[in-house]
């Protein structure tokens, strides 16, 4: 099945529980004379791209109630341009580390035409949208203490599984931008942050831009430790001078377009 047959099937299938209202993963099956796995997978990532809901056996339209608000349309548009420059920066076969995240883990969905990934993850919600990609990657989990507050694994036996391996890259999202000092967290625990920049050859840090000079106490990685900035255009030019002054790759994704944001 070629990437091309793949996004017709899922358009189809966006389509037809559009117009039907509700349509069971038998009947899809027969439809498109496939497999009920790969279904499975069709219909979590057109739920993760908010075109349906999963029920058991099936999938339903959204309800009009689930339409989303206008400010949050404009940021859900933010994260996914974020993550597709983000995505196009990864190869075949690469090494990569994903953290934690709603930034980083919207990339995910876009992942699928790679082939060969090694993925790392401290986040079980990030597992659980790699396994429904159509070239499923080797999935790597740091194990570890989970953290309700981060919902991701941390501590000393995360970080120990970490250094077993090197990577390519390194994804990671924060909950603000301190232009003097690097990225910054409310969550305490930064430790395993800072061990997932150490093996990873390239740090890659998604932000929204509103975030971008946002001042919170807890330092996560320092600009040293990182190599490269993906944000939005909205990120004003003063902003622009001091981050690429401190040597670091910055990447302000264009907005795309609401036919690229529906497949």
């Known amino acids: 099945m070629t990437k091309r047959n793949t996004q017709q099937r899922r358009h189809?299938?966006?389509?037809?529980?559009?117009?039907?209202?509700?349509?069971?993963?038998d009947e899809l099956?027969?439809?498109?004379?496939?497999?009920?796995?790969?279904?499975r997978k069709d219909?979590?990532?057109?739920?993760?791209?908010?075109?349906?809901?999963?029920?058991?056996?099936?999938?339903?339209?959204?309800?009009?109630?689930?339409?989303?608000?206008p400010e949050v349309g404009v940021v859900s548009d933010r994260k996914l341009d974020i993550a597709r420059a983000a995505a196009?920066?990864?190869?075949?076969?690469?090494?990569?580390?994903?953290?934690?995240?709603t930034t980083t883990s919207g990339m995910i969905p876009l992942l699928s035409s790679k082939r060969g990934l090694v993925v790392m993850t401290n986040s079980l919600n990030v597992a659980a949208a790699l396994r429904e990609l159509e070239n499923e990657p080797t999935l790597l989990m740091t194990g570890g203490t989970w953290d309700p507050h981060s919902e991701s694994?941390?501590?000393?036996?995360?970080?120990?599984?970490?250094?077993?391996?090197?990577?390519?890259?390194?994804?990671?999202?924060?909950?603000?931008?301190?232009?003097?000092?690097?990225?910054?967290?409310?969550?305490e625990l930064v430790?395993?942050?800072?061990?997932?920049?150490?093996?990873?050859?390239?740090v890659i840090v998604m932000?929204?831009?509103?975030?971008?000079?946002?001042?919170?106490?807890?330092?996560?990685?320092?600009?040293?430790?990182?190599h490269t900035l993906i944000t939005d255009e909205a990120l004003p030019a003063e902003s622009r001078e001091i981050i690429q002054a401190k040597g670091i790759t910055l990447i302000c994704a264009p907005a795309g377009s609401d036919s690229a944001r529906r497949k």
């Open 12 to 25: 189809a299938i966006a389509t037809l529980v559009q117009e039907r209202g509700e349509v069971s993963v």
């Open 29 to 39: 099956t027969r439809r498109f004379a496939t497999s009920e796995v790969t279904i």
């Open 43 to 69: 219909l979590a990532l057109l739920e993760t791209g908010g075109l349906l809901l999963r029920r058991y056996g099936g999938a339903v339209s959204l309800p009009s109630e689930m339409a989303v608000e």
């Open 88 to 101: 196009e920066r990864i190869r075949d076969h690469n090494r990569i580390i994903i953290d934690s995240g």
């Open 153 to 187: 694994f941390q501590g000393q036996v995360a970080e120990q599984v970490l250094r077993s391996y090197d990577f390519d890259q390194l994804f990671v999202g924060a909950d603000g931008i301190d232009l003097e000092r690097g990225t910054t967290t409310f969550n």
């Open 191 to 202: 430790g395993l942050s800072r061990v997932m920049a150490e093996v990873a050859r390239e």
């Open 207 to 226: 932000v929204e831009s509103d975030k971008i000079g946002r001042r919170i106490p807890n330092l996560e990685l320092p600009w040293h430790n990182i």
